[in-house]
């Protein structure tokens, strides 16, 4: 027998064990499922909904399994969710890799894998957190991918194994869960965890609905199991409707699942009041939970792409329904797909700021430029190959975000061969963020030149488990970027939600450069207005400048600091000319960054670091860690303010030599003259000074 074959007659055997051992809950031969759910079920519906007429008359007639039957019949032949269903699929003995690991319970989330085991009873733990013993391990088993992966196993092949096992884990999960908490009228409890916890509730019913309709015409998929899920997406949707959270990521992610459930069973009685909770949500998010520049409020990419994902499902499933959907919907939507196409590199990849990952948004953008017809999307993503090329200088700023990425250049073409002479930083001079995701990380500037990182953000590691105390004592912390702490004080975590647009004359983007400035202060000093200000000059397409200014009213203080490398990056400190060299491992692109402060204390490129604490780790996506460089400059300050500048040349051919020196400052001490020597090994020296704002 092959592999393959016994995979499949492994999955069979635990099935017949899980089936007869594990769920002896209702004849086998019935479509009625079992109580509580039965009940559940029969009180949602309308009977007097089209097509339930058969329904109506067994329930007349106190007839269950006969109200059963009908209401299995029902939707096997009803005319509702067309874009759901699917002819009936010839049986085959064939197989779908993606599925077979399901088979045999094995799951990979985060990039971690695990087989989860089964209880004496043959039931699936639910509760199993995987290997790092991480709760979001098991709340991503509980949110039910894998039943779609087996409904399209089953309708590619046929092969009546995968609607078998589908059957078992739907019936496993359900009963195992039972009915929601009954919490406050806010939140539900959170020992009910992670069975029913309001993000994963909401996802689920966007999943189910895949699975329901395209178990249809399967005979393997019994149907007292499809009302088993027909009940619970009832109870799911009341559960969603009772309960809200305030995180605009998981209020978007449940207005999905309602409108999703309302959609797929208009025969509920209930299903327009979904319908209308979720659509009234969403709205609410893109009011209150994004600004007017398209820039969800948490301050973090990932989370930003996710919202923008669920209302976009809305709105799709709404257009396949034909349904309703408020005008300003569409606008609200589109203005955040426009925030995640305008910060992608080169390469397509976002922003890594806050609880993100590093996530490539390339066919997200090519798919939504079409949704939405923008040419100028399809340009990004394609990097010139589609599309037509933005309008006006290659940086963009969202003010109410306060974030700004600044471009040498619109990305050229992605073809074969294609040199890649792009350079991408982003920079945060907004608030912190409107929920737990935010990091402290005002004033960080991430560098990425050449299709290379080379300054990077922290990550975020784990949220629970093994990894998370990277994330809690390092990565959400200011000394997690690249920023300048004042006495080891951690920033200020306000304002959490910006009240408007950063003022016009905080920035300014031209056809020969940017200019963008900021400042934070620092939690626990005693005196309230000891802070860090730092603005950014982008002479476009040769180098930014990077001045600081610590004011502090200490008579003596210290400051530290912080850049933080890639870990395909080395990093080289000449203290002669006050230069750190940065030097790809794998080619000859590099990045100098000069100092014009001549002396500092003490200079250390940590990597890896574990005590005296955390630092020089790197996280690009969710349980993930590397070691990388963070170079730590310390120096002592007097009270008043102290000035130091940071010329940074990317260069594709070599390392820059350069000399960088803070010219004058000005009377009023919020701005300063920079000049800069900088030679290039492909160029002549040049020099040139700058007036850079503080504010």
Same mark, same amino acid.
């Given at each position: 027998?092959?592999?393959?074959?016994?995979?499949?007659?492994?999955?069979?055997?635990?099935?017949?064990?899980?089936?007869?051992?594990?769920?002896?809950?209702?004849?086998?031969?019935?479509?009625?499922?079992?109580?509580?759910?039965?009940?559940?079920?029969?009180?949602?519906?309308?009977?007097?909904?089209?097509?339930?007429?058969?329904?109506?008359?067994?329930?007349?007639?106190?007839?269950?399994?006969?109200?059963?039957?009908?209401?299995?019949?029902?939707?096997?032949?009803?005319?509702?969710?067309?874009?759901?269903?699917?002819?009936?699929?010839?049986?085959?003995?064939?197989?779908?890799?993606?599925?077979?690991?399901?088979?045999?319970?094995?799951?990979?989330?985060?990039?971690?894998?695990?087989?989860?085991?089964?209880?004496?009873?043959?039931?699936?733990? *639910?509760?199993?957190?995987?290997?790092?013993?991480?709760?979001? %391990?098991?709340?991503?088993?509980?949110?039910?991918?894998?039943?779609?992966?087996?409904?399209?196993?089953?309708?590619?092949?046929?092969?009546?194994?995968?609607?078998?096992?589908?059957?078992?884990?739907?019936?496993?999960?359900?009963?195992?869960?039972?009915?929601?908490?009954?919490?406050?009228?806010?939140?539900?409890?959170?020992?009910?965890?992670?069975?029913?916890?309001?993000?994963?509730?909401?996802?689920?019913?966007?999943?189910?609905?895949?699975?329901?309709?395209?178990?249809?015409?399967?005979?393997?998929?019994?149907?007292?199991?499809?009302?088993?899920?027909?009940?619970?997406? =009832?109870?799911?949707?009341?559960?969603?409707?009772?309960?809200?959270?305030?995180?605009?990521? *998981?209020?978007?992610?449940?207005?999905?699942?309602?409108?999703?459930?309302?959609?797929?069973?208009?025969?509920?009685?209930?299903?327009?009041? %979904?319908?209308?909770?979720?659509?009234?949500?969403?709205?609410?998010?893109?009011?209150?939970?994004?600004?007017?520049?398209?820039?969800?409020?948490?301050?973090?990419?990932?989370?930003?792409?996710?919202?923008?994902?669920?209302?976009?499902?809305?709105?799709?499933?709404?257009?396949?329904?034909?349904?309703?959907?408020?005008?300003?919907?569409?606008?609200?939507?589109?203005?955040?797909?426009?925030?995640?196409?305008?910060?992608?590199?080169?390469?397509?990849?976002?922003?890594?700021?806050?609880?993100?990952?590093?996530?490539?948004?390339?066919?997200?953008?090519?798919?939504?430029?079409?949704?939405?017809?923008?040419?100028? *999307?399809?340009?990004?993503?394609?990097?010139?190959?589609?599309?037509?090329?933005?309008?006006?200088?290659?940086?963009?700023?969202?003010?109410?975000?306060?974030?700004?990425?600044?471009?040498?250049?619109?990305?050229?073409?992605?073809?074969?061969?294609?040199?890649?002479?792009?350079?991408?930083?982003?920079?945060?001079?907004?608030?912190?963020?409107?929920?737990?995701?935010?990091?402290?990380?005002?004033?960080?500037?991430?560098?990425?030149?050449?299709?290379?990182?080379?300054?990077?953000?922290?990550?975020?590691?784990?949220?629970?488990?093994?990894?998370?105390?990277?994330?809690?004592?390092?990565?959400?912390?200011?000394?997690?970027?690249?920023?300048?702490?004042?006495?080891?004080?951690?920033?200020?975590?306000?304002?959490?939600?910006?009240?408007?647009?950063?003022?016009?004359?905080? *920035?300014?983007?031209?056809?020969?450069?940017?200019?963008?400035?900021?400042?934070?202060?620092?939690?626990?000093?005693?005196?309230?207005?000891?802070?860090?200000?730092?603005?950014?000059?982008?002479?476009?397409?040769?180098?930014?400048?990077?001045?600081?200014?610590?004011?502090?009213?200490?008579? =003596?203080?210290?400051?530290?600091?912080?850049?933080?490398?890639?870990?395909?990056?080395?990093?080289?400190?000449?203290?002669?000319?006050?230069?750190?060299?940065?030097?790809?491992?794998?080619?000859?692109?590099?990045?100098?960054?000069?100092?014009?402060?001549?002396?500092?204390?003490?200079?250390?490129?940590?990597?890896?670091?574990?005590?005296?604490?955390?630092?020089?780790?790197?996280?690009?996506?969710?349980?993930?860690?590397?070691?990388?460089?963070?170079?730590?400059?310390?120096?002592?300050?007097?009270?008043?303010?102290?000035?130091? =500048?940071?010329?940074?040349?990317?260069?594709?051919?070599?390392?820059?030599?350069?000399?960088?020196?803070?010219?004058?400052?000005?009377?009023?001490?919020?701005?300063?003259?920079?000049?800069?020597?900088?030679?290039?090994?492909?160029?002549?020296?040049?020099?040139?000074?700058?007036?850079?704002?503080?504010?």
């Amino acid at each position: 027998m092959t592999t393959k074959g016994l995979i499949l007659l492994g999955a069979m055997c635990a099935l017949l064990h899980q089936v007869t051992t594990a769920h002896p809950l209702r004849d086998s031969d019935s479509s009625c499922p079992p109580e509580p759910f039965r009940t559940a079920l029969f009180k949602a519906l309308n009977a007097s909904y089209p097509g339930l007429a058969a329904y109506a008359a067994a329930i007349q007639r106190n007839d269950v399994e006969g109200a059963c039957d009908a209401l299995a019949k029902y939707y096997e032949d009803a005319n509702t969710d067309a874009w759901l269903r699917h002819a009936t699929v010839p049986p085959s003995n064939t197989y779908a890799q993606a599925a077979d690991a399901v088979l045999q319970d094995h799951y990979t989330y985060y990039g971690v894998s695990a087989v989860v085991p089964r209880l004496p009873s043959g039931r699936l733990d *639910w509760n199993f957190s995987g290997p790092n013993h991480d709760v979001q %391990w098991s709340l991503a088993l509980n949110r039910h991918f894998q039943f779609g992966t087996l409904t399209d196993a089953w309708l590619a092949t046929g092969n009546a194994t995968y609607a078998a096992f589908l059957d078992a884990l739907v019936e496993d999960w359900i009963t195992f869960a039972g009915l929601p908490p009954q919490g406050s009228s806010k939140y539900p409890p959170e020992e009910y965890y992670p069975d029913w916890v309001l993000l994963d509730a909401g996802i689920r019913m966007g999943v189910w609905p895949i699975a329901f309709f395209g178990m249809q015409n399967s005979s393997t998929f019994r149907r007292s199991t499809l009302l088993l899920m027909a009940a619970s997406s =009832a109870i799911h949707a009341e559960f969603l409707t009772k309960y809200t959270v305030p995180t605009s990521n *998981w209020v978007a992610t449940i207005a999905y699942g309602l409108a999703s459930t309302a959609i797929a069973f208009p025969e509920f009685t209930a299903s327009s009041t %979904w319908y209308n909770v979720g659509l009234t949500r969403a709205a609410l998010v893109l009011h209150d939970g994004v600004y007017p520049d398209g820039v969800e409020t948490e301050m973090t990419a990932h989370y930003h792409a996710v919202a923008a994902n669920s209302l976009d499902k809305i709105l799709e499933v709404c257009i396949l329904a034909e349904a309703d959907v408020p005008k300003s919907f569409k606008g609200g939507v589109e203005g955040m797909f426009n925030y995640l196409a305008y910060t992608m590199d080169s390469k397509g990849f976002a922003p890594l700021n806050g609880d993100s990952d590093l996530d490539n948004n390339t066919a997200l953008i090519v798919e939504q430029s079409r949704v939405f017809n923008r040419s100028d *999307w399809l340009f990004l993503a394609t990097g010139g190959a589609q599309g037509v090329l933005p309008e006006g200088p290659s940086s963009t700023m969202f003010t109410w975000a306060g974030q700004i990425i600044m471009r040498n250049q619109w990305p050229h073409e992605k073809a074969a061969g294609t040199t890649d002479t792009t350079t991408w930083m982003w920079f945060s001079i907004g608030p912190f963020g409107s929920s737990g995701h935010a990091h402290m990380d005002k004033l960080h500037l991430s560098l990425r030149a050449f299709g290379l990182d080379f300054l990077v953000d922290s990550g975020r590691f784990a949220y629970e488990g093994d990894m998370a105390v990277y994330l809690h004592t390092y990565a959400a912390l200011t000394q997690g970027h690249n920023v300048v702490m004042l006495n080891g004080k951690q920033q200020v975590k306000t304002p959490a939600v910006a009240q408007g647009p950063v003022p016009a004359s905080a *920035w300014n983007i031209t056809d020969a450069y940017d200019a963008v400035c900021g400042n934070v202060s620092f939690d626990g000093l005693t005196a309230a207005d000891d802070f860090h200000a730092r603005s950014i000059h982008h002479e476009r397409g040769e180098f930014f400048v990077v001045l600081d200014r610590m004011y502090s009213r200490a008579a =003596a203080a210290t400051m530290e600091t912080f850049w933080h490398v890639h870990p395909n990056v080395t990093t080289t400190w000449h203290a002669p000319s006050s230069t750190l060299f940065l030097q790809s491992k794998f080619g000859s692109e590099g990045v100098t960054m000069v100092s014009s402060l001549q002396q500092w204390e003490n200079v250390s490129i940590v990597r890896g670091q574990t005590k005296p604490v955390l630092q020089g780790w790197y996280s690009p996506t969710y349980s993930e860690k590397h070691p990388n460089d963070a170079a730590i400059f310390t120096r002592s300050i007097n009270s008043g303010s102290t000035y130091m =500048a940071w010329v940074i040349l990317p260069s594709r051919s070599g390392l820059e030599h350069a000399t960088v020196t803070v010219s004058s400052i000005d009377s009023d001490g919020n701005g300063a003259e920079v000049t800069v020597h900088y030679n290039t090994t492909s160029g002549p020296s040049d020099v040139k000074t700058i007036h850079m704002k503080l504010c």
